[in-house]
């Protein structure tokens, strides 16, 4: 497990385009987390932290692909039926019986060991019984309904990578190569608090002023579909004393410290002193919208994210910066996720060198080509319209002007959320 430098944060506070802000990450970033061992089974959604290699060929023997007969091909009439004579029997798990002489065919079943000499197999739905005898009719290839030995995989390829995050078919792509425990991260310890005296638990009655707490919702689910271990500690009074003591006692605890809220130059903001009493905090400004702000910091060697307030912000720096660096921070690869280019369904003006993300919908357009048609409000409070968006087009620095038909990137949340 690596400590992070005190400094690991620091850069020159001007507005920081988003591809800097993620090459600082990916400099400066390492695993905070422990190797532990766990069954296969238990592994899904860890970080692996191997290279996972197959001992041996699967499947590791030539076998039959289908239900039927296997022949050899040379014994076929190219023309016409071909009748053979039924020599025995192979089932799945048994051991190879004697194969069987040319003019003859043996009966053979899916995932059976296909026996010497014969190299076709013809599916029984295709073939006529005749007392003992099996009627072929003409047509089929060479080889066909064949499966080779090491087809899937040759014996000492590597099958998973370290850094990836593991998925259903890759617990079974492990199992399959014979490793029933694998070496993975420890789950990211982060703790997680709402700053702010307006904010109320879901339930409580609201009196004026007061609104319910949802980005500790948000980013508590955000957490948890990347398998980090979440501590929510509830919503911070904008009392001073208070959040020092809270973030302090997380720290101690915790891999990573979160908040949403606070992190701002108001007299109630108490997040920013605390940090800078507690450790170092560093402001990024970064070139995007929404969600300019985002405050990362440390509390000793603990890593802190402030996020801003307002929920659609939250998700998008959550996506765009906060999610690679836990990825760094478990010891997982970061690549970028998947976009999709789509056209445009809309007209929009953006400013330059500032990378902007709109909330879309997806429908396919009269030219056969998927339209990306962009949620009527653009607020950054608006949070019901994530709800009813599927995705989001990112517009680069670069691109100052988009009108109907034009080529956007789209990001499902499919791709960064789950």
């Known amino acids: 497990m690596a400590q992070l430098s005190d400094d690991c944060f620091a850069h020159g506070g001007r507005l920081m385009r988003t591809d800097e802000a993620l090459a600082l990450l990916a400099e400066k970033l390492d695993s905070v987390t422990s190797p532990e061992s766990l069954a296969t089974t238990d592994a899904l959604g860890r970080i692996l932290l191997e290279d996972v290699t197959a001992p041996s060929n699967i499947p590791p023997h030539d076998n039959s692909a289908v239900d039927g007969y296997a022949v050899y091909f040379d014994d076929l ?26 003019g003859e065919a043996l009966r053979i079943f899916t995932g059976a060991v296909m026996p010497q000499g014969p190299d076709t197999v013809m599916m029984q739905e295709d073939c006529t ?26 014996a000492g390829s590597r099958v998973l990578r370290k850094g ?34 307006e904010l109320r638990e879901p339930g409580c009655t609201l009196e004026a002023g007061a609104i319910h ?35 302090a006692q997380a720290a101690n605890s915790h891999d990573v410290v979160v908040t949403s809220g606070g992190v701002s130059v108001g007299e109630e903001d108490h997040v920013k002193q605390a940090i800078e009493s507690l450790g170092v905090m560093h402001a990024w400004r970064l070139a995007i919208k929404p969600g300019r702000p985002i405050a990362l910091g440390q509390i000793g060697r603990v890593p802190f994210v402030g996020l801003p307030g307002n929920p659609v912000a939250v998700l998008v720096t959550f996506v765009v910066i906060v999610r690679p660096m836990l990825m760094r921070l478990m010891g997982g690869s970061v690549t ?44 950054a409070g608006i949070l019901s319209s994530l709800v009813e968006s599927e995705g989001l087009v990112e517009l680069p620095e670069e691109m100052t002007q988009v009108e109907p038909g034009t080529l956007v990137d789209y990001l499902p949340f499919s791709e960064v959320i789950g």
């Open 77 to 102: 009439n190219p023309d016409s039926t071909t009748r053979l004579r039924i020599s025995g029997r192979q089932a799945a798990g048994q051991h190879p019986t004697s194969p069987p002489q040319r």
């Open 129 to 154: 019984l005749e007392d003992g005898w099996v009627v072929i009719p003409a047509g089929i290839k060479r080889g066909a309904n064949r499966r080779d030995a090491g087809e899937d995989v040759r």
């Open 164 to 197: 990836q995050r593991l998925r259903a078919q890759d617990l079974g792509q492990a199992a399959a190569v014979g490793r029933a425990e694998l070496k993975v991260s420890s789950p990211l310890r982060v703790a997680l608090f709402s700053t702010g005296d």
């Open 213 to 247: 707490d949802s980005n500790r919702y948000t980013l508590n689910g955000l957490l948890k579909s990347l398998g980090c271990q979440v501590s929510d500690l509830g919503i911070l009074k904008d009392d001073a004393g208070l959040i020092e003591s809270a973030l």
């Open 336 to 379: 970028a996720p998947q976009r999709f280019a789509v056209r445009a369904d809309f007209s929009y003006r953006k400013k330059k060198d500032r990378r902007e993300w709109l909330r879309v919908n997806l429908q396919p357009g009269t030219d056969g080509v998927l339209h990306a048609r962009k949620f009527p409000r653009d607020g």
